[in-house]
């Protein structure tokens, strides 16, 4: 049985009424849709706030779901749109952490503190790769950013993106491109690399 079927088995038990079926559904998707928010929205009790209201909203809106779309394709899409009206609504710029995740929820300095070999100039270089990388993605335009975001750190494929953002996969793609090209850029002064470097 795929995600998906499992998914559908879930929303098919909340539609005739199983609370705890949604329950199962929070649990399995929560610590992803906090990793999406948090790269959009700083503060962690905010973060936690916009992501119960998003579950609250699917939640409500799962009687119309019909199962065109992944379940956590259209949860992603529920949680980007609360994440922009909560930025609208409070007027704050978005935001990323100081630290980027790996899929694991890991972070990087973490990561350093499990490796022998790391040396106080390696460490350094790590940190100024992550912490560019933060930047240049914290300074793409609010379309790019979310592409870039579910493409690189949720792993979604093209057609979910699409259907997440609600529009087409060319420009999925476009966006992507962009991204990985304004990071790139960032980028290349830190690794002393060629500005005809592809990525």
Do not use: H
């Amino acid at each position: 049985m795929s995600e998906r079927d499992v998914d559908a088995e879930l929303v098919a038990r909340v539609q005739r009424g199983d609370k705890r079926a949604f329950d199962l559904l929070v649990l399995k998707y929560q610590r992803k849709i906090m990793r999406l928010l948090s790269r959009m929205i700083r503060d962690p009790g905010d973060i936690e706030d916009v992501a119960q209201e998003a579950f609250i909203k699917a939640y409500r809106a799962l009687p119309q779901f019909r199962g065109e779309s992944a379940f956590y394709t259209w949860l992603y899409r529920i949680a980007i749109n609360t994440a922009r009206n909560w930025q609208a609504s409070s007027a704050r710029r978005p935001s990323v952490p100081n630290v980027t995740e790996t899929q694991d929820g890991e972070t990087f300095s973490q990561i350093d503190n499990l490796t022998d070999i790391s040396t106080p100039e390696s460490l350094m270089a790590s940190r100024q790769i992550v912490e560019t990388v933060n930047a240049a993605i914290a300074a793409l335009p609010e379309e790019l950013r979310t592409a870039i975001i579910l493409r690189e750190i949720e792993g979604m494929s093209y057609e979910d993106i699409a259907q997440t953002m609600e529009c087409p996969i060319g420009t999925v793609r476009s966006r992507i491109f962009r991204a990985r090209e304004a990071i790139a850029a960032q980028l290349r002064p830190v690794l002393d690399t060629d500005s005809d470097r592809r990525w």
